[in-house]
Structure formats: C-alpha cells, structure tokens
C-alpha cells in the first residue's frame, strides 16, 4: 500500500513539472518537497517493518510474555505516526493549492470578462484575442493587493511549522529512546521476570529516525524562509511604499 501510494506521486509531479504556472512563490517546490516526504517515509520504514521479528528477550521466557514485553517497550506507535504526519503535510498543501487555484480562476474569470468586454466595445476582435492573451498570462495572484490571500499563505506555513515542529518532538524524545540502548530489562505484572531484552539493528532504525529529522528540520527551515520573506516582501515593503506615496 504504502508503494503504490509513492508510485501515485510519481505521476503527480511529472504534471507539476510540466506545468510553468508558478502564480505563487515556491508552488513547485513544495510539490517536489512532497514527493520527497513520500519516498523518505517510505524508506525509512524498512528497518522498522519487521520490529517485532527484531525483538528479542534471553531466558526461559514464554511466547506471551515475550509480546507483552514487546507492548511494553514500543506502547508508542512508530510507523503509524510517521504516516499521520506525511498525511497532514499533504493535507495541508493540497487544501492551499485547492485555495488558491479557486480564488486564481474566480479573478482570471472576471478580469478576462471586463477584458473581452472591453475589447467588443471598441469593435475589434483582435483586441479581444490580445486582452484573452493577456488575462492568461498575467492570471499570477498578486499578494500586494489581496491581504486575505496573503493571511492564507502565512497561515499555512505557521500550520505546517507547527505540525513539524510536533512530528521532530516525537521523533527526539519518544522514537529515538526506543532505539538508543540496545539492551532493556523487560518487567510486568504477568511476567515478573526480569528478562533482559535486545532489539536488533538498532543502528538503521536510528539512521532512519536521523533521517526524518533531517527532513523534519529542512522543511522548518523552508516554511521559516517562505514566511519572513512574505512579510518582507508584501507587508514591509507594501507599506514602505505607500509611506514613500503619502509623502
């Protein structure tokens, strides 16, 4: 399942890639950033796939005591949590680009109507195919004029700062402790035990929680950019430039 979800990207962002329409900052970077999330979870997920096959405790212990020390070292979901936060990046992402187009259409609409109105006033039909051109071509959102669609892009880099910035919490403190010592004492009420127990390649699993985090942080570091220079470039300057015209 998990393969065919990347192998449905793959076709997704050949579209993008095909498509010269950038009518906002960094649209196709964010659908590369979402291919890549795709296929490093993906990845990543291959030394955890057989965790319970991994886990393994010495001594004359029973298959069920075995499971429930197993419960009890990984009560945390891994994998699935992985997945969730690759889901609400998407989420996030296509909610805005659905936004955007709307609102991207809905102003190309009425700009090309006044256009071709324009033009059939003046009784000319080349000026109608000029005006067409030009409406499509100049169909790029215009943040310094549109407050709201500009509130909708900040507001989407503070959620997907703050949604990373959850994911890189449970990677660091609840995933990574799982896998930093290779030998823990297993001890419940069932089975008093204590069996000393050891997970197996331990190494990659922490590779791969590395990983995420890298990819965790990349993505803060980008939405962090994209927002200061948001508001510097269409609040700042916008309102630099409107003290310089009052003066």
């Known amino acids: 399942m998990a393969a065919a979800a990347v192998a449905g990207l ?25 291919a890549l999330y795709g296929v490093v979870v993906y990845v990543v997920r291959m030394p955890w796939a057989r965790i319970h096959e991994d886990f393994w405790c010495h ?3 029973t298959y069920p005591c ?10 945390n979901p891994v994998t699935g949590i992985w997945y969730f936060f690759f889901f609400i990046f998407t989420t996030l992402f296509f909610l805005m680009e659905f936004f955007m187009a709307q609102i991207r259409h809905k102003q190309a609409k009425i700009k090309s109507m006044d ?17 067409s051109l030009s409406s499509k ?7 310094h004029q549109e407050k709201m669609l500009l509130l909708l892009y900040l507001l989407y880099f503070l959620l997907q700062v703050g949604a990373q910035c959850v994911f890189l919490f449970l990677l660091m403190f609840q995933h990574l ?11 419940t ?10 997970i197996r390649a331990t190494m990659e699993k922490r590779m791969s929680i590395y990983t995420l985090i890298t990819l965790s942080l990349l993505i803060i570091i980008f939405c962090t950019g994209f927002f200061m220079y948001s508001i510097h470039h269409y609040l700042l300057k916008g309102i630099s430039s409107f003290k310089f015209w009052m003066n």
Not at 115 to 131: D, K, R, Y
Request: charge should be negative; charged fraction near 15%.
């Open 10 to 34: 793959i076709p997704v962002l050949h579209s993008v890639a095909g498509d010269k329409s950038g009518y906002y900052i960094g649209r196709q970077l964010w659908f590369g950033l979402i």
């Open 59 to 61: 001594g004359n212990i």
């Open 66 to 75: 075995l499971i429930e020390c197993f419960e009890k070292n990984f009560s």
């Open 115 to 131: 256009l071709v109105v324009g033009a059939a006033e003046e009784g000319s039909m080349t000026g109608i195919q000029e005006h």
């Open 137 to 143: 071509e100049n169909s790029i959102l215009n943040f």
């Open 177 to 187: 402790p799982l896998v930093t010592q290779a030998v823990t004492n297993c001890s």
């Open 189 to 198: 009420y069932d089975c008093p035990g204590p069996y000393l127990c050891l």
